[in-house]
Nanobody, 125 residues
Framework: QVQLVESGGGSVQAGGSLRLSCAAS????????MGWFRQAPGKEREGVAA????????YYADSVKGRFTISQDNAKNTVYLQMNSLKPEDTAMYYC??????????????????WGQGTQVTVSS
């Protein structure tokens, strides 16, 4: 049974930082893509960042480039999202996703087969 457990969300002021974690279990962690998505109230879920856990390639949405960093700890089967210089518009529920469909695009939510329960990030101005 695949489980993705996110943690690290919270409330910060603009300009602050948070680090999200996504711990994977029951999943062949080393062989696929894991992504972070976010969804604000009334908006569609959007891709934030992704990492191919085998080779380490990373991808980012334009809105977070230079501020967010995705990384992995293979020994812990965990992917991280370091978020710096946070802005109020980064406020959303953040979700971890795993097991990208072959040929799928990292930023498309329905291309992933597994999802975590989400962790809330709130940035105040």
């Amino acid at each position: 049974q695949v489980q993705l457990v996110e943690s690290g969300g919270g409330s910060v002021q603009a300009g602050g930082s948070l680090r999200l974690s996504c711990a994977a279990s029951g999943y062949t962690y080393s062989s696929n893509c894991m992504g972070w998505f976010r969804q604000a109230p009334g908006k569609e879920r959007e891709g934030v960042a992704a990492i191919y856990t085998g080779g380490g390639s990373t991808y980012y949405a334009d809105s977070v480039k230079g501020r967010f960093t995705i990384s992995q700890d293979n020994a812990k089967n965990t992917v991280y999202l370091q978020m710096n210089s946070l802005k109020p518009e980064d406020t959303a529920m953040y979700y971890c996703a795993a097991d990208l469909t072959n040929g799928g695009s990292w930023y498309v939510p329905y291309e992933y087969n597994y999802w975590g329960q989400g962790t809330q990030v709130t940035v105040s101005s």
